[in-house]
């Protein structure tokens, strides 16, 4: 159907004539594509220190650099509460230079909010086709890392191979809580192309979706479950809510009653294994025992609160658990103990900016609503996770900050009457 002089897809999405297209061309851009791609995949690969995705980094970032990605005026407020965020963490380290962990921790949160800044400068270019092959390279990465882990949970290679946790599927990561919520997004982004008709091959998306679903569900990670069925939710909701065609809602309800069916009938299989019941039984409850009592978690969180209002530089990197023999388990609580007031109130900034940014890319149409569809609801629960789980180094949130703010930067420019040369499609392969 035209839109003026431009072509839309189902999503909304602007498809620009050929002649149009400012189109990454040359054998560097092609290098740069397939770097990025791998770096992307290889997020899942946490059991190896370093790892594939940090030896990646560095050329992939410098190759970018000197090709066409830039800082955007739209970016400025996330770069700086980045920018701030590190500072105070560097601050705090001060004191403790002679330690060798806290330098290390700080060093890989300082190298991560690096790459935090290159997202947000990446996909805010060309920016409807770079969160796609983005998402892809993610999605290949998920499939990699759920067959891992259920391959772990069943013992099918054995533990010396791949990661198993307490009897929770861990794959090629060593925590299982990471594992569960690092597939989310995936999640997110096989079922709302299946919801609007997307997908181009239905039978392999739903297999994905199957063999992801299922591995969250092994992970048996309390957080991850939540996430993942609100996560589902908000997508489903919000791509119904935004539809301007009966017949999408009418699909997206009929395939949603089907999704919960088919659902039901999944975790019930699990279940039937005798050792899948038994772990079910166990993670189902609100809280553990090493969350409970004076030396528990929330009792840690109880007494160090009062702490940190007397101390403007907080704690310093990585120095809560050794006040209190556990990490704090929550991420809000970790930026004032690790960077101070100006850390924590950076961090808590960065949240609640992209939270309002990203509510209204899904919620305002734009050629860009379909993928903050996919990207934002993930990426908020984290920001909800971030509450019983330390997140701040999780390779994955960070790519995600980068991608609602690009797609932020793509939409201001569509407002003012641009076109984003890259917003051809928003489709599974």
């Known amino acids: 159907m035209a839109a003026g002089w431009a072509g839309t897809t189902l999503n909304g999405a602007v498809a620009t004539p050929p002649w149009s297209r400012r189109a990454a061309t040359g054998p560097l851009h092609t290098l740069g594509y397939i770097l990025f791609g791998l770096f992307i995949f290889f997020t899942c ?13 560095p050329p992939t970032i410098l190759l970018w650099f000197l090709l066409d990605i830039r800082i955007h005026r739209a970016t400025l407020i996330v770069i700086a509460l980045l920018a701030i ?26 190298y991560l909010g690096i790459t935090g800044i290159f997202f947000v400068m990446f996909f805010s270019d060309d920016t409807a086709r770079r969160v796609t092959f ?20 069943f013992d099918v290679v054995g533990e010396s191979i791949l ?4 009897g929770r599927a861990s794959g090629v990561f060593q925590d299982p809580n990471l594992l569960g919520s690092f597939l989310i997004l995936s999640a997110l982004y096989l079922i709302r192309g299946m919801l609007v008709g997307e997908t181009r091959r239905v039978f392999l998306s739903a297999t994905a979706l199957l063999v992801i679903l299922a591995c969250v569900f092994l992970s048996f990670s309390r957080g991850s479950w939540g996430a993942c069925v609100v996560g589902i939710a908000l997508t489903i909701g919000l791509t119904w809510a935004t539809s301007p065609s009966r017949a999408i809602r009418r699909r997206i309800a009929r395939l949603s009653a089907l999704a919960l069916v088919v659902g039901a009938v999944l975790i019930g299989g699990l279940l039937s294994v005798d050792s899948v019941a038994e772990r079910f039984t166990d993670r189902a409850q609100v809280t553990k025992d090493y969350d409970e009592g004076e030396t528990g978690r929330f009792g840690n969180q109880r007494r160090g609160i009062p702490m940190l209002i007397d101390r403007p530089l907080g704690f310093g ?25 100006l850390g924590g109130f950076a961090f808590i900034s960065i949240v609640l900016t992209t939270t309002f940014v990203g509510f209204r890319l899904c919620l305002k149409p734009s050629p860009y609503q379909g993928l903050s569809q996919v990207v934002f609801p993930a990426l908020l629960m984290f920001f909800l996770q971030a509450f019983q789980i330390d997140i701040e180094k999780w390779r994955h949130v960070y790519m995600m900050l980068g991608m609602v703010w690009g797609l932020e930067v793509a939409r201001l420019a569509w407002l003012a009457g641009q076109r984003d040369a890259g917003a051809a499609e928003f489709r599974i392969s």
């Open 85 to 110: 965020y590190l500072a105070a963490i560097l601050v705090s380290l001060i004191p403790y230079l002679d330690e060798s962990l806290p330098v290390e921790w700080t060093y890989q949160t300082v």
């Open 134 to 153: 983005g998402l892809k390279a993610y999605l290949a990465g998920c499939l990699f890392a759920a067959i891992c882990g259920i391959l772990s949970y």
């Open 163 to 166: 990661f198993k946790m307490d």
């Open 45 to 57: 690969f946490t059991f190896m220190k370093p790892s594939p995705y940090d030896f990646l980094a």
């Open 317 to 341: 990197p990585l120095r809560w658990r050794r006040i209190f023999d556990l990490e704090p388990h929550n991420t809000y609580i970790g930026g004032f103990a690790n960077g101070g007031w």
